[in-house]
T-cell receptor
Framework: EAQVTQNPRYLITVTGKKLTVTCSQN?????MSWYRQDPGLGLRQIYY???????DKGDVPEGYKVSRKEKRNFPLILESPSPNQTSLYFC???????????????FGEGSRLTVL | GESVGLHLPTLSVQEGDNSIINCAYS??????FIWYKQESGKGPQFIID?????DKRQGQRVTVLLNKTVKHLSLQIAATQPGDSAVYFC????????????FGTGTRLKVLA
C-alpha cells in the first residue's frame, strides 16, 4: 500500500530536549516536505526536498533542521524545541509533476508534538 | 499563510442535503487546485483536483467549480453523509517548475442526523 509513515504520532517533550520526527514514503517520490498545522492557520511549509541531498527552507524554517540522505526518508529535527513549536506536523511527498502527473501531495497521518 | 482567526468557519448540513464549501485562492498565476478532506486525527486526503483550463470537474458525489475571474473555488458534495464530516481545505499551485502549494485555512463540515 502506498503511504507516508511518520513517527512518533504523539510526543510530549520538554524545552531544549532534541527530538527527531521520522518520515518515510514507499512511492519512490522525489519530492518530500514538512508542514505544521496550527489552529486557524493553513498548512505552513517548514522545509522541503526536491531530491536526495537537496533541501530548502519553506515559510517557517526557524528552529528546525532536515536531512535527505535517502530518497524514501526525510526526518525533521528539532535541535532545541521550544513551546512555540507545539503543533501538529505533517510530512508529505509527491512525484515530479509533468504533463501527465500533477504532482499530487500524499500526506502522512501527522505527529502531534507538545513542548512543555 | 495569513491567519484568519482561531476558529474555522463551520458549515452545518442536514444528512442527505447537498453541501457547498467555498475557497478564495490567492495567486492569479495558480493553475492547479486540489480539495483535501481532513478527518479528526488524520492527515489530509485528496478528494478532487482541477486544472485552470477547466471550469468544472466531477467525481463521485463531488464536484469542483473554478471561477478564475474572481479567484474562487467551490466544492459541492451531493447527498451529504455522516462520513463526510471533516475539515475541507483547498490548495493551489503553479504546475510548471514548482512543487510549492498554498493552502487555505479550511472549513469544518458538520453533518446533522
Amino acid at each position: 500500500e502506498a503511504q507516508v509513515t511518520q513517527n512518533p504520532r504523539y510526543l510530549i517533550t520538554v524545552t531544549g530536549k532534541k527530538l527527531t520526527v521520522t518520515c518515510s514514503q514507499n512511492m519512490n517520490h522525489e519530492y518530500m516536505s514538512w508542514y505544521r498545522q496550527d489552529p486557524g492557520l493553513g498548512l505552513r511549509q517548514i522545509y522541503y526536498s526536491m531530491n536526495v541531498e537537496v533541501t530548502d527552507k519553506g515559510d517557517v524554517p526557524e528552529g528546525y533542521k532536515v536531512s535527505r540522505k535517502e530518497k524514501r526518508n526525510f526526518p525533521l529535527i528539532l535541535e532545541s524545541p521550544s513551546p512555540n513549536q507545539t503543533s501538529l506536523y505533517f510530512c508529505a511527498s509527491s512525484a515530479r509533476p509533468n504533463l501527465l502527473n500533477t504532482g499530487e501531495l500524499f500526506f502522512g497521518e501527522g505527529s502531534r508534538l507538545t513542548v512543555l | 499563510g495569513e491567519s484568519v482567526g482561531l476558529h474555522l468557519p463551520t458549515l452545518s448540513v442536514q444528512e442527505g442535503d447537498n453541501s457547498i464549501i467555498n475557497c478564495a485562492y490567492s495567486n492569479s498565476a495558480s493553475d492547479y487546485f486540489i480539495w483535501y478532506k481532513q478527518e479528526s486525527g488524520k492527515g489530509p486526503q485528496f478528494i478532487i483536483d482541477i486544472r485552470s483550463n477547466m471550469d468544472k470537474r466531477q467525481g463521485q458525489r463531488v464536484t469542483v467549480l473554478l471561477n478564475k475571474t474572481v479567484k474562487h473555488l467551490s466544492l459541492q458534495i451531493a447527498a451529504t453523509q455522516p462520513g463526510d464530516s471533516a475539515v475541507y481545505f483547498c490548495a493551489e499551485k503553479i504546475l510548471s517548475g514548482t512543487y510549492k502549494y498554498i493552502f487555505g485555512t479550511g472549513t469544518r463540515l458538520k453533518v446533522l442526523a
